[in-house]
């Protein structure tokens, strides 16, 4: 790096102020190159299950800063009015993820020219107003006004559009000693009535009244219901039962409990997708069980070597590669058909 000594006082200043026009610049051509990257799968087909999951372990971006890029990516592709604004400075990546819930093509403008230049607890309370106007209008007029979907930005996560009451503060896990993490989220009040019921009861079993204990307790009972390794240990633990080799159902597409055990130990819970280069998909969560030959091609249900695991990704993608983009296109309409008719139903 260059000596700054040298530079006179306006010079400096002068330098300052144009590397932050390119930092700025730079930062909009980054999120113009992630939503292509996003479009085109890429993140996919270099072994990853999800774009953040691709951000943070090949672009090495911490957590935050991926979760901000993404989201301001996806936001700046449905507006792309933000890119401008974010070159120009008037408005951050914070301020993207905080209005972005409240956006509308017919409302855009209002909204950047309400916020620029304000502080970020200026534009909370903003937002915070225009999220009591518009419950009312909402709740009236549904579907109409809803933000369009989004992929989540974890795969893993449940895919939600931005329509409810934006969350107080995001979840977190935060070191507070080597040993010890803070574990903060927001909770809705259904949810605070299951933990004094489920509190009260585990002070009767003697559990401890601290929601550590609690909490501690409760993750042990699901675990040992749960947990594929929990159960394989209790399954070696007991005596073989005569003729109960992998369950019933030669012919079914259903794969029998003991064979997902079985193919979750030996894929070590995690998805087995592996790019010819040998990069491995890092996922753990929201796998599911596949069959390598695929049933309707005669692929076995109860033959562990004919199951893995698979993260949802990765799934489509090797069905994609089975069956075809139409299959696929056919398929999500099929699920997300079924799924309103059971909202419906319901
Ligand atoms: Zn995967």
Do not use: W
Not at 1 to 10: A, F, H, I, R, V
Not at 106 to 119: D, F, P, Q, R, S
Not at 310 to 328: D, P, S, V
């Amino acid at each position: 790096m260059d000596n700054l000594n040298g530079l006179d006082n306006s010079t400096l200043l002068a330098h300052l102020r144009s590397t932050l026009g390119n930092e700025r610049q730079t930062l909009a051509s980054f999120l113009r190159y992630l939503a292509e990257v996003e479009a085109r799968g890429l993140h996919a087909q270099t072994g990853h299950p999800s774009l953040f999951s691709y951000c943070t372990m090949v672009l090495a971006l911490k957590e935050a800063e991926a979760y901000s890029r993404i989201h301001a990516a996806r936001q700046a592709s449905l507006y792309p009015v933000l890119l401008d604004r974010l070159t120009n400075g008037s408005i951050c990546l914070t301020t993207i993820r905080q209005i972005s819930p409240h956006l509308t093509a017919a409302n855009i403008e209002k909204i950047l020219a309400t916020v620029g230049g304000k502080t970020t607890r200026e534009i909370d309370k903003i937002v915070v107003t225009l999220a009591e106007a518009a419950r009312p209008a909402a709740r009236a007029a549904a579907p109409r006004n809803a933000a369009p979907e989004q992929p989540p930005l974890f795969s893993e996560a449940p895919s939600a559009a931005a329509t409810a009451a934006p969350k107080l503060k995001p979840d977190r896990l935060r070191y507070v000693t080597p040993q010890q993490v803070e574990v903060r989220f927001t909770a809705n009040e259904a949810l605070v009535a299951k933990l004094d019921r489920a509190k009260g009861l585990a002070r009767s079993k003697g559990v401890g009244s601290t929601l550590e204990g609690l909490f501690d307790h409760v993750i042990e009972v699901y675990l040992n219901q749960c947990d594929p390794e929990r159960r394989l240990k209790r399954q070696h633990n007991r005596r073989p039962r005569a003729g109960s080799a992998h369950g019933a159902g030669g012919s079914s597409r259903y794969i029998p409990q003991a064979v997902k055990d079985t193919v979750y130990a030996r894929d070590g819970g995690r998805c087995v997708y592996t790019t010819a280069e040998g990069q491995r998909c890092p996922a753990l969560v929201g796998l599911e069980y596949e069959h390598r030959t695929p049933h309707a091609r005669g692929g076995s249900s109860i033959d562990p070597a004919n199951i893995e695991l698979l993260c949802r990704t990765h799934n489509q993608l090797a069905a994609k590669r089975e069956f075809g983009e139409g299959f696929i296109a056919d398929a999500v309409r099929y699920r997300r058909q079924s799924a309103v008719n059971t909202a419906r139903a319901e």
